[in-house]
């Protein structure tokens, strides 16, 4: 079910360089049926050259028809089925999955590990390598999240002299949410608002997520060939800072898409209201439900303070527009009108929640009290105050504080670990009681600038759950993961951050779990999880037990 790193001492991993494929196209000079090169044309002093043009005209427009149609089906089209053929317009970007340098993998089957490597794991431990193809009963592939980046990304202007090849993109887009849209925890005007994109080449869309297009990391201490080999931005800033919402189908193919702007309607951290639209970077957004609003917490540290998690409800809409290639990533009409799909929040709708990063919300199922995991280890669940969505009153709210039962937390002489949580928000399972989440190391625990990345790098990623009911505690904790990578079936990138978990009920294969996952802070895909799975890869945590109680040296 999984490949499991065995041993200290370092064997050099086998890796299959990347075979590059050329295709050599070859000019043929022999004649053929339609350019006839009998003798009587070559001999004849007086050629009909009318005839001969006439003789050869069909022929070259058969070769031109063939080769329009190729470059049409390599393109990827975003289509609705009612606009004309005319009406195609690609999308601009990179949707295929990038390769790196062999230093942005792992080397899981190096030895002996880096110095930084040989550290405390949970239960003593190396990761697990998971191979969701080989340990499910229906698998389907993971599919890379697709961001249109045509407003700010020409390839046309980006093209290597030496190869001809446009450079790929600065970032195609990370740390990425995921929301279940058939979700009883969401209105049904919102679902059904949303489900109304139809008439799209990707068909219906079933899920909404983000993804952040910010000063990324495709590119890293990379040599000139390097970057030419891989087709690097040569930029040393990114194209744009933004956060974009997509509307995904079953397949995480993108259906539409678009950035989330706010309207400064009132004080926004440091921004005075104007009451203009203004894009923000929205820093590790994510997607979380709340009394049947969609909402999104982020970071915004220049305005709020880089220890305030910000949170604001979502608003969508679709205004129609006149049928232009340039809206086809958001249409959404089955008339011959497109319905362009905008996403909003709103400056006097913000609240804010202290302090860190990496927390979990929780829409509690029952008392409908929207609460926050602040720290994993050890499991602290607090309540969050929407004040200006709930209305609650200040004596109510303080009389839920003094109700509420007081959090364990560690004794100071004790240690505690460095395991941080990543998902938005905390996943209910019905049948055992729990909330289902996902929690993180990075190695070095340091975020200082170093030879593998910007900030952190060698991630592993853990399942746990805590209780459905206070006092919350861990309940199960599974070892630590890493999903493999597209390029090395046995081998995982230095930087995976799984951002996004939901579960959805499959009647004929049992429940799955879609994961969305950032790849070297650069790129974002999606996958689904067999619930099986992740249920066999948990352990039972005796109570009053906390993750740093399992953390061991490597056995």
């Known amino acids: 079910m999984a490949l499991q790193m065995s041993g200290r001492r370092r064997v050099v991993a086998n890796r299959t360089a990347n075979e590059k494929s050329v295709t050599v196209v070859h000019n043929s000079k022999s004649c053929n ?3 006839d090169c009998d003798n009587k044309y070559r001999l004849n002093k007086s050629i009909d050259i009318s005839a001969l043009f006439k003789r050869c005209l069909p022929v070259v427009i058969f070769l031109y028809g063939i080769t329009m149609l190729r470059s049409r089906t390599t393109t990827s089209i975003r289509l609705p089925s009612s606009l004309p053929q005319a009406a195609l317009a690609p999308t601009v970007g990179n949707c295929e999955f990038r390769s790196y340098p062999k230093r942005r993998y792992y080397g899981l089957g190096d030895r002996p590990l880096p110095d930084f490597l040989d550290a405390e794991y949970i239960y003593g431990e190396l990761p697990l390598l998971l191979h969701p193809k080989k340990i499910q009963k229906n698998p389907s592939p993971n599919k890379k999240l697709c961001v249109d980046q045509s407003e700010w990304y020409d390839p046309k202007k980006v093209r290597d002299p030496v190869t001809s ?10 740390n990425p949410s995921i929301l279940k849209i058939d979700s009883p925890r969401i209105d049904p005007s919102i679902r059904q608002l949303l489900e109304s994109v139809t008439g799209t080449a990707n068909g219906k869309p079933y899920y909404i997520a983000t993804i952040c297009m910010t000063d990324s990391q495709c590119s890293w201490n990379d040599s000139p060939e390097e970057v ?45 209201p104007n009451h203009q639209m203004k894009t923000f970077k929205l820093d590790d957004a994510r997607l979380f439900t709340h009394k049947g609003q969609i909402w999104v917490s ?11 998690q910000v949170l604001n409800k979502l608003y969508f809409q679709f205004a129609h527009v006149p049928s232009s290639g340039a809206q086809l990533r958001t249409s959404g009409s089955n008339d011959h009108t497109n319905k362009e799909f905008t996403v909003t929040l709103l400056a006097s709708d913000t609240e804010t929640l202290c302090c860190g990063r990496n927390m979990a919300l929780i829409d509690n199922v029952h008392t409908n009290q929207l609460q926050a995991l602040t720290w994993v280890d050890p499991v602290t669940v607090v ?15 303080q009389q839920q504080k003094q109700q509420q039962p007081k959090q364990r937390r560690l004794k100071e002489e004790k240690k505690k670990s460095h395991f941080h949580g990543t998902n938005g928000f905390m996943v209910y399972l019905p049948d055992l009681g729990e909330y289902l989440g996902i929690g993180h190391f990075h190695r070095p625990p340091g975020r200082d600038k170093n030879d593998y990345a910007r900030f952190g790098h060698h991630y592993t990623h ?28 046995e081998d995982t990138e230095i930087i995976q951050f799984w951002s996004g978990l939901e579960i959805i009920s499959d009647d004929q294969n049992g429940a799955k779990l879609a994961l969305a996952y950032g790849i070297n802070d650069c790129e ?16 039972e945590v005796p109570e009053g037990k906390e993750v740093v109680d399992f953390m061991m040296p490597l056995k």
Not at 165 to 174: E, H, Q, Y
Not at 462 to 486: G, M, N, Y
Not at 525 to 532: F, Y
């Open 524 to 539: 974002a895909a999606a996958l689904h999880m067999d619930l099986s799975v992740v249920e066999g890869l948990l352990r």
């Open 383 to 397: 309540d969050v105050e929407m004040s200006k969505f709930d209305g609650t009153a200040k004596l109510e709210q």
């Open 228 to 272: 030419i080999e891989f087709r690097l931005s040569k930029d040393k800033k990114p194209s744009t800072v933004r956060t974009v919402l997509l509307l995904l189908n079953k397949s995480f193919e993108t259906v539409a898409e678009a950035t989330i702007h706010t309207k400064i309607d009132a004080k926004f951290g440091r921004v005075n």
């Open 33 to 35: 049926h339609g350019c």
């Open 165 to 174: 090849l446009p450079a790929l993109p600065f970032a195609d887009g990370t």
């Open 298 to 308: 982020y970071r915004e540290g220049r305005h709020f303070g880089y220890d305030k």
């Open 462 to 489: 853990s399942f746990f759950t805590i209780t459905d009911k206070p006092p919350f505690r861990l309940k199960r904790l599974s070892p630590e993961l890493v999903l493999e990578s597209h390029a090395y079936s």
